[in-house]
């Protein structure tokens, strides 16, 4: 988590009045943006008197697609001692590292190699994944995704067990019903941001009844009140979202009506994953004309998926604002940027991320035209005509 980054993890239970909080404070002093252990406070958090001073504070959000690991990807980034996935993402950190924070979809669970590390179609990762991601400057991560119980509700719970232990903030699946009641809120800036994530389902697997904490399906009621608290806690609320289908470019009916029902509701912007290949993003208004920002999917980041734009990902960026005059605040968020990357790899073998606008130097055909008709196609909905 980058050094101007807090998370506050208020406690949100539904019809509560009163919500005391948590929260992790990263320490300005440590060199390796590595954050302090878990601090608690009943306090409330501070409301800023501006009288009829203006007060202008902004913050670049960013997100990257689907951290899919599957066993060729892992086996590279094997070492004596363990695994390491640094390598793979070296070339990216730099422009990983520039957003004030990015949230990426951690698709496979982490729980390491002491249950086993799996492929498709039950995936289980080894805990470096996460540690990289933490390197290369992701800040939080979604969770919730048709993989979340592939190994079951433990290897589930023994993933979010590390995620804690590096103090790499997750959300979308749980490790108690307490965690769920959580709300997930990051602050750079001055400006808080609230993170949720639900998935359209589990592939067939279950939840269990006495365990449905776990993991967040799609459910409107439910959405809706979680957004509605979230409403009254940050400024902005971005939700990633497990839907629509797979290897298709182009969003479904499904995925824009659900799309426009989070607008209405209050969600700002929307991050979506599943497809494995890019959807471009568009405006969304809701019924009073406030527009929200909808990425209908960001592909795979890092996967060893290949060809038919399954290995052509990349990361959204966006500058969000308010400004506080005279106890009004006026927010506002500006036209979105996309940095395209692609996973080389070769016969399985030497995978890592580069720019998109780089893969020419490492064999992709037609790498200029490529980039030029993904810009296209992600932006056209977002950019002034």
């Given amino acids: 988590m980058k050094k101007n980054v807090q998370l506050y993890i208020l406690l949100a239970f539904i019809g509560a009045s009163i ?20 601090t608690s406070s009943n306090l409330p ?4 008197d501006v009288g009829t001073k203006s007060i202008g504070r902004e913050a670049t959000l960013g997100a990257v697609g689907d951290i899919l690991i599957h066993d060729r990807v892992y086996n590279e980034a094997k070492v004596d001692d363990g695994f390491d996935f640094k390598p793979m993402l070296a070339e990216v950190k730099e422009a990983l590292e520039k957003p004030d924070v990015l949230l990426a979809n951690q698709e496979t669970i ?6 086993g590390l799996s492929s498709y179609p039950s995936f289980n990762s080894p805990h470096e994944v996460a540690d990289a991601l933490v390197d290369a400057g992701v800040d939080i991560v979604t969770t919730a995704n048709n993989h979340s119980l592939d190994r079951g509700v433990s290897a589930q719970k023994q993933s979010l067990e590390y995620l804690n232990k590096i103090n790499l903030p997750y959300v979308g699946t749980f490790a108690s019903e307490e965690d769920q009641q959580k709300l997930r809120v990051l602050e750079s800036n001055g400006i808080k941001i609230a993170y949720l994530s639900y998935t359209y389902g589990l592939n067939g697997i ?4 006495n365990e449905a904490y776990i993991v967040n399906l799609i459910d409107k009621e439910k959405m809706k009140k979680e957004i509605a608290i979230a409403k009254k806690q940050a400024d902005f609320i971005v939700m990633g979202i497990h839907w629509g289908i797979e290897y298709e470019r182009n969003p479904n009916q499904e995925q824009k ?10 969600v700002d912007i929307i991050f979506g994953g599943h497809p494995h290949v890019l959807q471009p993003m568009e405006w969304l208004y809701d019924k009073n004309g406030e527009k929200s920002l909808v990425v209908y999917s960001l592909g795979n980041f890092l996967s060893g998926q290949a060809d038919d734009y399954r290995d052509i990902g990349g990361m959204v960026t966006v500058k969000v604002s308010k400004t506080e005059l005279g106890g009004k605040t006026t927010k506002k968020m500006e036209v979105p940027s996309f940095y395209p990357t692609y996973v080389y790899s070769k016969n399985d073998k030497g995978y890592k991320m580069v720019p998109l606008e780089d893969a020419g130097k490492l064999g992709l055909p037609d790498s200029k035209q490529n980039y030029q008709e993904i810009m296209t196609h992600m932006l056209k909905g977002v950019h002034p005509k």
Avoid: R, T
Avoid at 45 to 48: A, I
Avoid at 257 to 266: R, S
């Fill in 257 to 266: 009506n659900l799309a426009q029902f989070l607008v209405d509701e209050g």
């Fill in 19 to 38: 919500a005391a909080f948590a929260f992790y404070k990263l320490n300005p002093d440590n060199a390796d943006n590595k954050k302090e252990g878990y």
């Fill in 206 to 209: 279950s939840v269990p009844k």
């Fill in 110 to 115: 982490v729980a390491g190699e002491k249950i």
């Fill in 45 to 48: 958090m501070k409301q800023n």
